[in-house]
């Protein structure tokens, strides 16, 4: 079974640019969850998407946002970038029950210069 | 609030040693506890998840943790390091039984002397 992808794997971009990222969950899996990893303030929530629906959101502005369509694949959106969005930003995966392991990808490495 | 602190931001043992990584959390309620670990330039995977019963919790890779709820405490350990288990390892905690809002402690970085 393929585990979860995202794309792309890096990304360099300008401040005041937006960009996008994406994520192909594990085929079954319902469930996708956004986080933001940087040495400061190490890994933090973003949200979660549960068929099509957000579910759980985290304490970020809202220049960050996030869609899920119907085939369980999530895009993740950062508009009018700053230099404090340089992240890694990994999505992770799950049924979506209660206790299911969040399975995650290998993130995506944004650089804002 | 529910909060993690991990003890030690970098950790070093001999191979063959015993393996020890500290983990307090902070919670108003039963918390849902997990230890993660990240090989550099990958995602993160579980090793292991207490969320009732059995305080004492068998991972992979001969990793375990034992919730001990008087010490509000989720240590890991591993009774012999190896050199692939050199990583990074998170430990975190539930808001909730919906485990997809998790939050995470700060991380500590495993070396494996040889």
């Known amino acids: 079974k393929a585990g979860v992808t995202q794309t792309p794997r890096y990304l360099i971009k300008t401040r005041g640019q937006q960009v996008t990222l994406s994520c192909s969950p594990i085929?079954?899996?319902?469930?996708v969850s956004w986080y933001q990893q940087t040495p400061g303030q190490g890994l933090q929530f973003l949200f979660e998407?549960?068929?099509?629906?957000?579910?759980n959101k985290g304490n970020f502005p809202g220049r960050f946002s996030g869609r899920q369509f119907s085939n369980s694949r999530s895009e993740m959106n950062v508009s009018t970038l700053e230099l404090g969005d340089s992240a890694l930003y990994l999505c992770?995966?799950?049924?979506?029950?209660?206790?299911?392991?969040?399975?995650f990808g290998p993130g995506t490495r944004l650089t804002v210069l | 609030a529910q909060s993690v602190t991990q003890l030690g931001s970098h950790v070093s043992v001999s191979e063959g040693a015993l393996v020890l990584l500290r983990c307090n959390y902070s919670s108003s309620v039963p918390p849902y506890l997990f230890w993660y670990v990240q090989y550099p330039n990958q995602g993160l995977q579980l090793l292991l998840k207490y969320t009732t019963g059995a305080t004492l919790v068998k991972g992979i890779n001969g990793f375990e943790a034992e919730f001990k709820k008087s010490e509000t405490s989720f240590h890991l350990t591993k009774p012999s390091a190896h050199m692939s288990d050199a990583a990074e390892y998170f430990c975190?905690?539930?808001?909730?039984?919906?485990?997809?809002?998790?939050?995470f402690g700060s991380g500590t970085r495993l070396s494996i002397r040889p």
């Open positions: 085929s079954g899996h319902r469930s």
């Open positions: 975190a905690v539930s808001e909730g039984s919906s485990a997809s809002k998790i939050i």
């Open positions: 998407y549960f068929s099509e629906t957000q579910r």
């Open positions: 992770a995966s799950s049924l979506g029950r209660e206790f299911n392991e969040q399975f």
